[in-house]
């Protein structure tokens, strides 16, 4: 087993096994607790037209039991022993995490390697897991900030993977059979499109000694993960608007922005903290606090792994959707031609670093980071990111402003009352 | 700041467990609390707490719903989020701007039991954070425009409350079940108070709540616990000293043990069954939570099992229990499909109606016990968790160290008592349903 370095208290250790699975191990022994992470390659952007949903639901029955552990594992293996467990699936990933006392770790990771692969797919937990997937969907469209980003992504990505709903279709999760969904789950769930992470007071010996004897037998598939295409460029302005029965209106404005691996991320990454990341942003400030037009404002940036959305979300008063979407391009214009000051560029590295800083206070706080970046990206360049973003210069931020934010080309997407439109 | 993190943006879609917003064990690895009270009636917490290069503080003040007039209910959320927006030194964006220099946020709400100002910074900052805590807390200017702005937010948190289905049908039971007592408002307050809060009553309200007997300071992170209290005393030498009479108990509660259906347009229907329970300082708050927890507590627990695994009713279920310094509330929830609605309703009496009458397993205990101190060792971690657990039961007059002699409440538990509290509390339930109808 190939390592990248020797095991450290500050960096994590990195293992190839020979079936391709990707292992990280580091001590943390900031508490007695471990994080145990299994991040998998893949998502809503994995799936076919009459597997829309299959990634999701899949995630849904590992927890249902494996072909030697029946459905009440959870509560018996992590539970009961004072852990917890969950999961989450994305366009790019899906995870699983289980975050237990360190005595029990060993034995969370036998647990984990046979949910990865020994999954028992029982199509009575199918019936009633479908049920749960639906009520899940009913929630979310009940809550009008998740609908709105999911919707977002819609209008961003039309016609392309990530345009996709991660919850899936009705009719591809009715037509779902045991045999469908275990196929999707073996055809994806290979070693070569895994990672485990392990976090916390363990020894890295003794975890790597466990891996050898779970993970590392499972015969290597020779998966390879189909590439993405580009993002089509949004042609113009893309307007929708949803009437919803909520009283608040609600308006979101995104843009097509750079991929992970793009050497843009880092600018863009300052940009979005600069326009609408925190208190003291542009938008805050002069939406909220001067122009008094919304009760909230956020500028965020997504970044994933074949493509990125900058969005800007605001909750506001239905009779003000027109003038609060030309304050936010007022906003970007004004970024675009002044460009940002040094301040700006110096508090939005420091809040980064305090982000970085509050993640590590827990295993799993790491745990997320490491798993997401050796899934979507790579190990390395998140242990160097708060150095690649103090290195991003004022000019960079001005430049990835023109590029990425042309206010001619972006999705519009507003909730309104019933009636409030216009 | 967003790493680049898709699920940032909110697309992760989670397994989803209701957890217990609940309070239970000591960790074995929790570095020793410092404890200081000032001659001024102020005390001071400190956690020196190496693991990472923060600091967080949490300040908390008796002032919040319990302590409300029906007329003045919203008065302290209110208060608190006007009191970050401006100093006699700083505009509410010299607050914020200071805040981010030192890589943190300082921010304010008004709670029931308590009111609290929270900060955090990178560690090295910890006397800027303090510095900055000390400002808002000694010298709010109140200014009238930022009155005029935060009541305009608030007022729009209240009308999007009313459009959320869990929290509206929350906000009916809790009012159904508490009658004339305060915890039965929104702590945001109403439409009709918070329009007519002015800056005389805000001011009033400061004045006899931020004073230094009502007042506990907490501190967790990479900092010295003698050097804290050294500056603490410099910063707060000028805080009011005493804490003011009480004010005359609050009414009784008075649960109407009725049934509400509110019509709303909606995809998911919404069950809430709520029960009056015991307070934190309570004999049988122990034994409530660990009943909750069987209830309602992960993946195993009874409710999750019985209806969503076994017959797929439900995504969103659980139980609460809060702490509360006076009787608080056990509410079993469920949001499931608009034709499910009768028959999730009969699964959430079944299984009140089983508790009651068969005596739990021992195993069953034991594993809601080891799910309840688990889940509550984790949620210590963070230092802005420490910090508020610190300050909170510190300030509902339990000690600081309630936790430690409550993780040992809680491992005696056993089976006789969960069946005496279910048949105790959880006797007639008081109801509120949203039913969707068609938008």
Known sequence: ?422 | MNHPVPGALGLIVAAGLTLIPSAAPASGHLPPVLRHRFPNGLTLLVRENPAAPVVAVSLQVKMGGRWERPEDAGISNLLQHVVVKGTARRSAQAIAEAAEEIGGSVSASGDTDYSELRGTALARHWKALLGLIADVALRPSLPAEEIENERRVILSQVRNRGDLPFPLTFDTLLASLYGPHPYGRPTLGQRQTVERLDRARLLDHYRRHYRAGRIVLAVSGQVSGPAVVKEVERLFADLPAGSEAEAPAPPAPAAASARQVLERPAAQAQILMGYLAPSLAGGDYAAVKVLTTLLGGGMAGRLFVELRDKQGLAYSLGALYPSRAETSFLVIHMGTAPENLTRAEEGLRREVARIREERVTPKEVQRAKAYLLGSLAMDRRTNARQAWYLAFFELAGVGHEFLDRYAAAVEAVTAEDIQRVAGRYLADPTVAVLKPIPK
């Not at chain 1, 609408?276 to 942003?281: D, N």
């Not at chain 1, 998140?382 to 210069?393: G, I």
Request: hydrophobic share 40%.
């Open chain 1, 1 to 422: 087993m190939p390592t990248s370095g020797p095991p450290s208290l500050h960096r994590p250790t990195r293992l190839v096994l020979d079936n391709g699975m990707r292992v990280i191990i580091q001590e943390h022994r900031a508490s007695d607790v471990v994080a145990l992470h299994l991040w998998v390659g893949v998502g809503g952007r994995d799936e076919r037209p009459a597997e829309l949903g299959f990634s999701h639901l899949v995630e849904h029955m590992l927890f249902k039991g494996t072909e030697t552990r029946g459905p009440g594992f959870i509560d018996r293996e992590v539970e009961a022993v004072g852990g917890r467990t969950n999961a989450g699936t994305s366009l790019d990933y899906t995870f699983y995490y289980i975050l237990l006392p360190a005595r029990q770790a060993l034995r969370a990771i036998e647990v984990m390697a046979d949910v990865a692969v020994n999954s028992a797919f029982d199509p009575k937990e199918l019936e009633r897991e479908r049920q749960v997937v639906f009520e899940e969907v009913r929630l979310g469209e009940d809550n009008p900030r998740s609908s709105l980003f999911r919707q977002l992504y819609t209008h961003v990505f039309p016609g392309h993977p990530y345009g996709r709903p991660v919850l899936g279709d009705e009719a591809a999760l009715k037509a779902a059979t045991r045999e469908t969904l275990r196929g999707y789950y073996r055809r994806h769930y290979a070693p070569e499109n895994m990672v485990l992470v392990v976090i916390g007071a363990v020894n890295p010996a003794d975890v790597s000694a466990v891996v050898e004897r779970t993970f590392a037998r499972v015969p290597a598939a020779g998966y390879r993960r189909q590439p993405l295409p580009p993002p089509p460029p949004l042609p113009g302005v893309r307007r929708h608007v949803v009437s919803r029965n909520e009283k608040q209106a609600h308006l979101a404005l995104g843009w097509s922005a750079p991929p992970l691996d793009h050497p843009d991320v880092f600018a863009v990454d300052l940009l979005a903290s600069i326009l609408g990341g925190s208190r003291s942003s542009r938008l805050n400030q002069a939406l909220r606090e001067r122009g008094r037009l919304v009760s909230s404002i956020r500028a965020g940036y997504g970044a994933l792994q074949g493509g990125g959305l900058v969005s800007v979300s605001a909750q506001l008063e239905p009779g003000d959707l027109g003038k609060v979407e030309e304050a936010i391009l007022g906003e970007i214009r004004r970024i675009q031609t002044e460009g940002v000051t040094e301040v700006e560029r110096r508090r939005a590295i420091t809040a980064a670093e305090s982000e970085h800083a509050f993640a590590i206070e827990t295993a799993e706080g790491l745990a997320y980071a490491y798993g997401l970046a050796e899934t979507v990206w790579r190990l390395e360049e998140e242990l160097r990111y708060l150095e690649r973003l103090r290195s991003v210069t004022r000019e960079q931020i001005h430049e990835a402003a023109r590029r990425y934010l042309p206010v001619d080309r972006y999705a519009v997407l507003a909730f309104t009352p019933p009636g409030g439109a216009r």
